[in-house]
Each structure stands twice: as C-alpha cells, then as structure tokens.
C-alpha cells in the first residue's frame, strides 16, 4: 500500500482533509529508514512541514535526516514529513534541497508515545552557504497529550538526588508511596522496554531498571492507551538506553552513612563505617570489535549494599532459652549467649547486570536481543527480635528478563514489532536455607518472654517459596495511514508457571527435637504448580488534527485460570481438614474472565500557548495470584501456630477481575516561554476490589475465602508548574489534593477484624484508606553550570496518613478518622565537574533528609503520635522479660531513615 496526502495547511497544522489510494510509489510518498530497536510503548515520532521561506508554501521532496544514523524522511506534495519508531532521546535533524541552504535544527527531545513537531523553512541559494542551525527547545504544552503522562529523562535523573526507579515515581503528582491516585500499590504494571516485570503472584514489581542505564521513565496515571493493560491505576514504563554508534561508558562509585543526633532513638547509628553503605555502578556501549556497523551492544551493572539504619544487638541467640515464669523476678533464669553485636536488621543488597546486543541485518529491519539479571537481598525489621536478630525471617528475589525483538518495515509508513520474551521471578523467605539446619529451634522458644517483652530466643520456623516463569509473546502494528491517522494494534499471549511451596520446620517431640519437615500435602506443608493463560488485544488511532488530538481505542483481554474452587466453603466444616484432598463432587473449575475496554482521550488547543484535555476509560486486572491459588488443599488448622494467610484463608481461582472507570480534565497553559502551568481533574470508580467472606469450623474455628466485595472511589486535583532549565535555574512545583475511600485497604481486613477481641464489625460505610494523604506538595529546584559546578534539591511536604484511634486496643472512633502529624523532608545533590584529556570527572555530594527531620511514619493509636504512649503512664506490672516498658516502647522503626550523607565520583567518555 502506497499512501499519498491531498491536504492544506493552515498554521503549520494539518487539516482534516486526506486519503489514502493504492498505486505506484511517487515522488510525493515519504521514504524512511528505520534502525528499528524499539517495541510498542517505547519509541516516539518526529513530524513537520517544509515551506520556502519566501513563498511560505510546501516543499515536495525535501530530504530529512537524522543526523548521525540512516533514519530519515522526504517531505510530500505539501510539505509534510515524518519519523517514526525513534527511541527516546536527543536528535539533530538536517534538511536540504537542491538550490536551497540546507538547514539544521539541533537538540529535538524525543518522547515514548508522543510526537515531536520540527518545522523548517529554506532559503534559496544564491551563492554558497554554510548550513543555517537552529537550536530546538521542547513545547512547554504539549498538545498530544489527552491524558496524564510524566517523563524523565536520564539527565533529568542524574541531575537530581534520585537512587531508583521508585524514588523517581514516588516524586511524581498523584503518587503516594507508589498507590496510584489512591489505588493499591498492586494496580500499577511496571514495564521494562514495553515488557511486564510485574510478578504475577504477588503483584508487586521485582525488577528495575538501574538509573545508570535509563533514556526516560515514562509515568502514566491517567487513562492510558488501550495498548497498556493489566492495570488499573498506572504504568510505568522504564526505557533503557540503546547500543551507541561510538564508544562510551561511564564508572562511578560511592560510599557514606547515616548521620543524627537522635543515637538515643537509633542505635549504633553513631557508627560511622563506609562498610555501611557502598556503591558501584558503570556501563559500556558502542560497536562489537571487528563488527562495525553490523553489532552494537549495550552492557551496565551495580552493585549497592546498605547496612540500613536500624539495628538489634546479639544479647541472645536463637538456642538461647529463658524462664520468667515465677512471679519474683530475682528467680528468673536468663540464658544469654550472645556475643552483644550490632546487627543490621533492615539491609538491603542489591546486584543487577543488564545487556543488549543490536543486529543490524539491513537497512530497515533489526533485531534486538535483550537481558537484566537482578538480585536482592533484604530484611525487614520486626521490632520483636531486637535482641534475637539472628531468629528473624530473610529474604531473597531473584529476576531473570530476556527478550528478542525484531522490527520489519512494511512501507514508507508502516512497521510491525515482534516479540518475545521470559520473566522469571523467585522469592525465598527463611531464617535458614537449609531446612535442617540444626541452629533451627522449637517454637516454643518464641513464647519464654512475655507481653512488651523482646524476645529471648526461638527462630521462625516456617519457608516460603514461589517461583514464576511468565512467557510472553507480542506483535504490534504501526501505520501512519495519513498525516492525521497513526494506527496501533496489536495481540499479546502470556503463559504462566507458577510454583508455590510454604512449610514448617518441626522441631519438637515428634520429631525428637531435631529439626524435620512434615509430610508433603499436609496442613503445613502447601505446594502446588499451575498454569494460567491471558490473551490480549487492541487497536488504537492517534488523530492529529489541526484543532484537535483524540486518542481513540479498545482493548479486550482474556483470563483462563488453571483452578478450582470448592462449591460450598461451608462444607469444610463438615469434613476433617486433615484427611483433604476432598472429593473431586466438592469443586468446580474456575471459568474464564474476558472484557472489552474503550478507551478516549481529546486534546483542544484554545491558544497557541494552551490545551485542555478530556479522557475517559474502562480498566481490568486480574487480582494477584496469590489470591486465587492460597491454601489450594484447603486445610483450616484448628490449632493458632499458623500465620494467617497459610491456615486462616482461602484462595479463590473464580475470583472476577477488578475494575475500574476513570475519567479525567486537565489543562496546559504556558505562561512564559520557560514557565508552564498544568492543572488537572480526576475521578476514579473502583469495582470488584479483593475482600474476603467470613465462615465458622466446628463452630468456633474462623476462617475466610477471597471473595470480589470491595469498592473504593478516589477524587482529586494537582496543579503543576514547571521552569524550563534556562540560564542556570529551573525547577518544578506540584501540588495534590486528593480524597481515596474504600470499603478496606487490606483484603483481609474483614478477617482481622473477626480476629479482635472483642471481634470489630465490618465498615458499613467508605473510610479513607491507609495511604490517603489529603495534601502532597513536591518540589525541585537545579541550578549551576553543568560543566562546572551545579547543585540540586528535592523537597516534599505533606498532611499525615489516616490511622484509627484506641485506648487499651478498644476503638475510641471510626477507621481511619484520625491523621498522623504531617512530614517534610529535603534531599540535597552538589556536583563538581572536571576535564581530564577526553575523560570527564566528578565528585559528587549526596544529602538525604538534609534537615534530619523526624517524620513519623506510624504511630500508637492511643497518642496519635510515635515518640509515647499511654501505656507508659498506666499502671501495670512490669514485662516479664529483660527490657523495660520504656525500652519496649522506643520505636525507631516508626520513624522515617534520619540523615544520610554520601560522597562519591564518576568518570565518563
């Protein structure tokens, strides 16, 4: 199909009058080249028209190129050109013309998803002149936009105290501690160049990209395209550099500390080590040796380990036992080994490797192939086990992504991406990875102290293990059919494996007191494999009008659980849990769940210096695995040795999908030609939220199935300005105001409640939920030269999240009707530039929380605040256990990190 344009132009802009025609290729078609190195959702388009500057009318076959590559374009019969499929990034483009002075536009910021307008005009050549160079400067209103996009890019992200990828999401408007205007944190999809890292168990992200090796992250928190799915409140897309033409790297390192004057809250924190906290980080790119053009590669890893900044000490070890079981405490037995070192109880350590290889087989088509191995090792700190450190859980995530794309041009305006790709994500959570690791205890151990008391020995006892592979195979087609119309569409499968294991070590009469596992199947030893399937769909057009942008699309998705569910749940309590399987009669296997989703969003210019925009869509996820697949023998212990979501609950492989309708309005003014206002509306109606249904066993024995029951609806508004990095200073300032209500913010909240004593009656009404931060304010400010010397900061603000007030753990008002204090912080980033011969050197100072501030994450419920407690003031005896009431009830781990000051150096070429 060859596609021809019969247009007028009015202002630069294209009318809404074109057709397309079969024929033979002609002088006014448009002729393109295409290194093509990107998959849907990762590339961006350049467009313009070419006018005489004398007459101001359209130039026919102009040539424009990328410079520096084979990409390219020639102008039609009215002047109109464009690009497609450009990776992220800055371009200089040239145009020229026989008999007229070639003219350059330099520094055209590329964008994933969104189009670039690049206009030239030529002059005639009389005599002999240089090339006429103009600088290119990003729109402060980008008029393609009919929903809510946020881009940074990567000089964006190294020009600012930013670590991770999370770091850089959280500082975006609507974004509270990565929930997505007021959605869990789960409905958010995170992509790696356009593929899932996602893992379908827990619908947690468990890989991202290193910021060393991202062009832009792109975050979407409106209604986006119909290309995007499974999510309902967000993606966001991590777009990693591409293999170089010329050789460049860069190696940095790091190293610091926490650093307060609060060493009475935080333990060992006056330790200053650069043991601590280190980091490494480098990448190389450019042409295979002896390849030339044929094999480019791009190669980064980091290693980054933090001690973290809270710490228990080793007055016990886990075979240590002791008895305050007399009522004199002269007689107790205290049995301490331990050697009274610090240990770090929240640290994280981190490795990642990430590596591309571009084949270039010809001149329009190429083939990426792609890999990132990440692994990370953490703790999360149980206040429990402060002086017990080594009985605590530990985990491990291993992530493996690899992927091979290959584009294929199919005309001057048309390209089709192939895609394939594996996702492997593993999580282990144990004290010991050998199950008969003879250091393992009896649990009574956990039980020798009593109430507010830190334990004196005893291990966790339990493994938990799950282990995903997700294979992934996608085509998408681009055509730009005309200068108004690009179509998108495309068809996606995923297959997943999953496998799930928990058990718990027996360490008591049964097994002599050595450690042993329990038979397999039984009511503490779960493991199962299953193989879901998705199949997607969707097609798209982006209209680009002269008066109006619409964004238009529909999206259908198919979900085929491999599971079944018990017909009646109410029949295990007429069944012993210990004699499962039941009877093949009891079940049912789940059905497949489908959806069509439409998709619109409107973008009108009112002024050349302004837009607003309109959007509205249908969204649809399926809940995390672990929801569908828990407890599959469904075995309901009758003993309490069990965590909740092992022996309490129910998996539920019917469950429906979740949804949502969100609908949007917002506004880009520019105000100056370096200052830029956006304002913006929305409204967020969610269904089919995970909650769970309550049962009874043997009249006394609670539990609970996951059932869809919950709804939330989330409202609000964020106004934005942003300065342009001009003449040394630039910066932005965003405001959110926001209201998030829910029937529960936890899926089990309905069964904890159930749990209390005295048992606490299911929310009849919205409440805010957990993460309902009324009031945010972001801001950053950079400044300086780049090449010598420049500085950065970061500053947020904002009102406390919700908690539910009590005394003596009975409720003294409604759920989440109170607000902990509100919180601010600054981070500070000063760079020094140097010129070494061809290398270019910095030192750099990294300053997190610059003010030390003492924010309060969580707090008792009694005060409202995290420095007391009411408890402290009541009378009562005192713990039965070697701390004091005091010591139990100071909570560092209710506060936010205190000061961290890192210094480091990069060089570069």
Not at 691 to 712: H, I, P, S, T
Request: aromatic share 12%.
């Amino acid at each position: 199909m060859i596609v021809d344009w019969s247009s007028n132009y009015e202002s630069g802009r294209y009318t809404a009058m074109h057709r397309v025609r079969y024929g033979i290729c002609g002088s006014g078609v448009l002729l393109f080249f295409i290194a093509a190195v990107g998959l849907a959702g990762t590339t961006g388009k350049i467009a313009g028209k070419i006018v005489d500057a004398r007459t101001n009318e359209g130039m026919i076959g102009v040539n424009i190129v990328v410079v520096g590559t084979s990409t390219g374009a020639s102008s039609n019969l009215d002047g109109d050109y464009f690009i497609l499929n450009l990776p992220p990034g800055t371009y200089d483009l040239r145009a020229s013309a026989v008999g007229y002075t070639p003219s350059s536009v330099t520094n055209v910021r590329v964008l994933v998803d969104q189009t670039s307008h690049v206009d030239f005009s030529l002059q005639e050549q009389s005599v002999q002149m240089n090339d006429i160079v103009v600088t290119a400067s990003r729109p402060i209103v980008q008029k393609d936009l009919t929903s809510t996009v946020s881009s940074m890019t990567s000089d964006q992200i190294s020009s600012l105290p930013l670590e991770d990828v999370a770091s850089v999401v959280n500082l975006q408007a609507g974004v509270v501690d990565g929930h997505f205007r007021g959605g869990r944190s789960s409905e958010v999809k995170y992509l790696i160049d356009g593929v899932s890292v996602n893992d379908v168990y827990s619908g947690a992200f468990t890989m991202q990209a290193e910021v060393n090796s991202i062009a832009e992250i792109q975050v979407l928190s409106g209604t986006f395209n119909a290309e995007y799915g499974e999510a309902l409140s967000g993606i966001v897309n991590q777009v990693t550099k591409i293999p170089g033409d010329k050789y460049s790297g860069e190696l940095s390192a790091y190293t610091g500390d926490y650093m307060t004057s609060r060493t009475g809250l935080f333990p060992h924190i006056n330790h200053i080590s650069p043991a601590d906290l280190h980091n490494y980080q480098a990448n190389l790119s450019g042409p295979v040796p002896l390849m030339g053009s044929l094999l480019k590669f791009f190669v980064s890893g980091r290693y980054f380990y933090d001690d973290g900044y809270l710490y228990g000490r080793r007055i016990f070890n886990p075979k240590d036992s002791s008895n305050f079981g007399n009522n004199d405490p002269s007689k107790w037995y205290v049995g301490a080994t331990g050697d009274s070192a610090y240990v770090p109880m929240n640290f994280q350590k981190r490795f990642s490797m990430q590596g591309k290889l571009e084949i270039n087989v010809g001149t329009a088509k190429g083939i990426v192939l792609s890999a990132m191995y990440q692994k990370l090792d953490y703790r999360d700190y149980d206040h429990s086990f402060v002086l017990n450190p080594d009985g605590d859980y530990k985990k491990f995530q291993t992530s493996f992504l690899g992927g091979l794309n290959y584009t294929q041009v199919l005309s001057s305006a048309a390209f089709i991406d192939y895609n394939s790709s594996v996702y492997v994500s593993d999580f282990k959570q144990y004290v010991y990875e050998d199950p008969l690791d003879p250091r393992y205890v009896n649990p009574v151990r956990l039980q020798d102290a009593g109430a507010n008391s830190f334990l004196t020995g005893g291990t966790q006892n339990w493994h938990f293990l799950h282990n995903t592979n997700s294979y992934t195979g996608k085509i998408d087609l681009t055509a730009q059919v005309d200068p108004v119309h690009q179509l998108k569409g495309g068809i996606e499968a995923d297959f997943h494996k999953l496998h799930y294991t928990d058990f718990q070590i027996h360490v008591d009469e049964t097994s002599g007191f050595v450690p042993a596992l329990p038979a397999w199947g039984s009511i503490d030893y779960n493991d199962y494999v299953t193989h879901p399937y998705q199949l997607a769909a969707y097609v798209q057009d982006k209209i680009e009008l002269p008066y109006m942008v619409l964004n238009v699309g529909l999206r259908f998705d198919y979900f085929q659980p491999d599971g079944s569910t018990l017909n009646n749940p109410d029949s295990i309590s007429a069944l012993d849990a210990y004699t499962a399987p039941y009877p093949p009669q009891y079940f049912t296997k789940a059905s497949a769940k489908y959806q069509l989703s439409p998709r619109i969003g409107i973008s009108y210019p009112i002024t050349e210096r302004g837009a607003i925009h309109l959007s509205y869509g249908h969204f649809f996820q399926i809940p995390p695995f672990e929801y569908l697949y828990n407890n599959p023998n469904f075995h309901i212990p009758l003993s309490s040795n069990f965590p909740d979501l092992i022996g309490n609950t129910i998996g539920n492989a019917d469950l429906q999908p979740q949804r949502t309708t969100m609908y949007e309005i917002g506004l880009q003014q520019e105000l100056t030609p370096t200052l830029g206002l956006t304002v913006t509306g929305y409204y967020k109606d969610i269904r089919n939220l995970l909650g769970v249904r309550l049962y009874v066993k043997n009249n006394f024995k609670k539990f609970a199935e996951y059932v869809n029951r919950d709804y939330g609806a989330v409202k609000g508004f964020t106004v934005s300005l942003e300065r342009r990095l001009v003449d040394g200073f630039g910066g932005t300032l965003d405001y959110t105001y926001q209201t998030a209500n829910g029937d529960a913010s936890d899926p089990n909240d309905d069964y904890n409640k159930a749990q209390a004593s005295p048992p606490i009656q299911s929310n009849l009404q919205l409440v805010p939920l957990a993460w309902d931060r009324r009031h945010s304010l972001n801001m950053t400010l950079t400044a300086g030269d780049p090449g010598n010397i420049s500085g950065s900061l970061i500053g947020r603000a904002g009102s406390g999240l919700p908690y539910t007030p009590s005394l003596e753990n009975q409720r003294t008002g409604l759920e989440n009707s109170d607000n902990m204090p509100a919180f601010y912080d600054v981070d500070m980033y000063v760079t020094k530039f140097f010129k070494v011969g061809d290398y270019a050197v910095s030192v750099f100072l990294k300053v997190y929380n610059l003010f030390d501030t003492a924010n309060e994450n969580n707090v008792f419920t009694d005060t409202g605040r995290a420095g007391y407690t009411l408890d402290l003031t009541r009378a009562q005896s005192a713990p039965r256990g070697v701390n004091t009431l005091a010591q139990y009830f100071s909570r560092p781990d209710f506060y936010s990190a205190p000061r961290q000051v890192i210094l480091g150096a990069a060089v570069s070429f």
